[in-house]
C-alpha cells in the first residue's frame, strides 16, 4: 500500500511520500534510544509543562487538522474538529494526574510484619522506547490516548501510522516537536507495514501498542511473543445494542443512530447488532429505519454532513460484499443497501433485519454504516444473541428495570458496559476488550501503567 493522501470523497491522490529507507529508521531507533536515557529522568513537571504546550498548539490548529483529517480518510469535518478537541482534553488530563496516578505505593503495615524489610514501595518507571502501531479511523485519538500517558510515564514514542493518514502522522511529530519536547521523544516513522516486524525485533524497542485488524494483532502479537515484549493490543469490536421493553425507545432509537454511523460507521467501539424485544422490535425498528434514512450523506467539508465516504475503495468493496452476502442468504433491507453512482467511496446508511448465524454479517465487523438488526424473545435471549461473537469490546443495553441492567453488567462479555447511553472512551475510564477484541487496557490509570516497570523497592532493617 503506497503511503499517500487520497481523498476518499472524490478519489485522487492528493500527495504520495517515499517510505523511509533502513538508514532512516536506524537512524530515529538510535535516536530514540539516546533520548530515553536522558528523558526519562525528567520530573512530571516538565513533562507536564511540555504536554500542556502541545495541547494548547493542538486547540490553536484545530481546524487547520481537521480539515487534513477528514482530506485523508473522509470522516465529516465537525466530527474531526471534535477529535482534535478530544486529544487536547487527554493531554491535559495526563498532564494533571500522572505525578499522583504513577506516584509511590507503600504496602500496608499489616503486610510488612514478616517481610523482613523496613520498608518496601512500588514504584513505576518507564520501560523505553514503545512502538506504536496505528489506524486511520480516529487518525489523532488512536495516537494521542497512547502517545499522552506514555510521554508522561518517561517513555518514548514511534508512531507507525496508517499508510493513508501520512500528514496527520507527520502532524504528530511536529506538534510535540513544537511543543518542546526533546528530539526523538516522539517520532513518526513513514514506513510500509512489512517493515514493522523487524522494528519489533529490535531490541532498543521494548513493548508495542497496536489498534487494527485481527491479522495485523496477530502479527505484532506472534512477534512480540518470540521477543518476550509487553503488547496492548484493540482489534475492533462488533458491540451490541440491546433495548428491552422499558427504555426509551424515542431516545434509544435516536442515540442508535447516532452510535451506529459516528465517524461514517468506521468505529471500533460504534454500534453494530441492535438486539430488540420482541415486544418493541417492530417500533423500535420504524424509528430507527426511519432516522437511517434521514441522515444526510455527502461531501464531509460541508457542515450539514452527517456521514461522509469510507476511507477507502476496499474497505466499500468489502462492506458492500458483507450485505451482498446477506441479502444472498435471506437478510431484508430496510433502508440502503445499494452502491450510490458518481466519484468517491460512498456506501447509504442501511438496515438489515432477518439475520442468521450463517451470514458473514453477523461472524464479521460491519465496518461502515450498516445496522443489523435482531428480534430477542427475552432477556435471556438477548444476552445470548449479544454474546454470540468472538468480539468484546464494548456493549449498550437500554433498560428502565435496574435488575435487568444489573444482569446485562454481569453476563454481557465486553470491555465495558453502557447502560443507557452511547459508548464513548474518555481518559478517565478503562479502555479495551476481551475475546478477539484484543487484551490490555488504555486510558485512565490503568492505561498509563500497562508500559510501565511496576517495581518493588525493598528496604532492609
Avoid at 240 to 265: C, H, I, K, W
Avoid at 308 to 319: I, K, M, N, Y
Avoid at 342 to 361: E, H, N, Q, S
Avoid at 381 to 402: H, K, M, P, Q, Y
Wanted: with cysteine; aromatic share 8%; charged share 25%.
Amino acid at each position: 500500500m503506497p503511503i499517500a493522501t487520497v481523498n476518499p470523497a472524490t478519489g485522487e491522490t492528493l500527495r504520495t511520500y517515499e517510505a523511509m529507507g533502513e538508514e532512516e529508521t536506524e537512524r530515529r531507533l538510535q535516536l530514540a534510544e539516546a533520548t530515553f536515557r536522558t528523558y526519562r529522568t525528567t520530573m512530571f513537571e516538565e513533562r507536564a509543562r511540555l504536554l500542556h504546550r502541545a495541547a494548547d498548539l493542538l486547540d490553536e490548529d484545530r481546524d487547520s487538522i481537521a480539515e487534513v483529517m477528514t482530506t485523508e480518510m473522509g470522516k465529516p469535518v465537525g466530527q474531526a474538529r471534535a477529535e482534535a478537541a478530544k486529544c487536547a482534553k487527554a493531554m491535559r488530563w495526563y498532564a494533571d494526574r500522572a505525578a499522583v496516578l504513577l506516584a509511590d505505593e507503600e504496602p500496608d503495615p499489616s503486610d510488612m510484619k514478616d517481610s523482613g524489610a523496613s520498608r518496601v514501595l512500588v514504584r513505576y518507571r518507564p520501560l523505553g522506547p514503545v512502538l506504536a502501531v496505528m489506524p486511520w479511523n480516529f487518525p489523532l485519538w488512536q495516537v494521542v490516548r497512547f502517545a499522552a500517558p506514555a510521554l508522561m510515564a518517561g517513555n518514548v514514542g514511534l508512531l507507525k501510522h496508517s499508510s493513508n493518514v501520512p500528514q496527520t502522522a507527520l502532524y504528530l511529530e511536529d506538534l510535540f516537536h513544537r511543543a518542546g519536547f526533546p528530539e526523538g521523544c516522539f517520532q513518526t516513522l513513514l514506513i510500509g507495514s512489512a517493515a514493522v516486524d523487524d522494528i519489533l525485533r529490535d531490541e532498543r524497542v521494548r513493548a508495542a501498542t497496536l489498534t487494527g485488524s485481527e491479522p495485523a494483532g496477530r502479527a505484532v502479537a506472534s512477534t512480540a511473543g518470540e521477543m518476550i515484549k509487553k503488547t496492548v493490543l484493540e482489534l475492533g469490536g462488533s458491540d451490541p445494542f440491546v433495548v428491552m421493553p422499558s427504555a426509551d425507545l424515542d431516545r434509544a432509537a435516536e442515540v442508535a443512530v447516532t452510535a451506529r454511523v459516528q465517524n461514517n460507521g468506521q468505529s471500533c467501539i460504534a454500534a453494530k447488532r441492535f438486539i430488540v424485544h420482541t415486544d418493541v422490535y417492530d417500533a423500535f425498528a420504524e424509528r430507527f429505519t426511519r432516522g437511517m434514512r434521514a441522515l444526510t450523506t455527502g461531501d464531509p467539508m460541508d457542515e450539514g454532513t452527517e456521514v461522509g465516504p469510507l476511507a477507502s475503495e476496499q474497505g466499500r468493496r468489502d462492506l458492500a460484499e458483507l450485505v451482498d452476502d446477506a441479502v444472498r442468504s435471506g437478510a431484508r433491507v430496510l433502508c440502503g443497501g445499494e452502491l450510490p453512482d458518481g466519484p468517491g467511496w460512498y456506501y447509504p446508511p442501511t438496515v438489515l433485519t432477518g439475520i442468521t448465524r450463517d451470514m458473514r454479517v453477523h461472524r464479521e465487523e460491519a465496518f461502515g454504516p450498516v445496522a443489523t438488526l435482531y428480534r430477542a424473545a427475552d432477556l435471556d435471549e438477548a444476552v445470548l444473541i449479544a454474546n454470540d461473537s468472538s468480539f468484546g469490546l464494548s456493549s449498550n443495553v437500554w433498560t428502565r428495570d435496574e435488575a435487568e441492567a444489573d444482569r446485562f453488567v454481569r453476563d454481557m462479555e465486553a470491555g465495558s458496559v453502557f447502560v443507557n447511553g452511547m459508548t464513548a472512551s474518555h481518559p478517565a475510564f478503562p479502555f479495551g476488550g476481551v475475546k478477539r477484541s484484543g487484551y490490555g487496557r488504555e486510558l485512565s490509570g490503568h492505561g498509563i501503567r500497562e508500559f510501565c516497570n511496576i517495581t518493588t523497592v525493598w528496604h532492609g532493617a
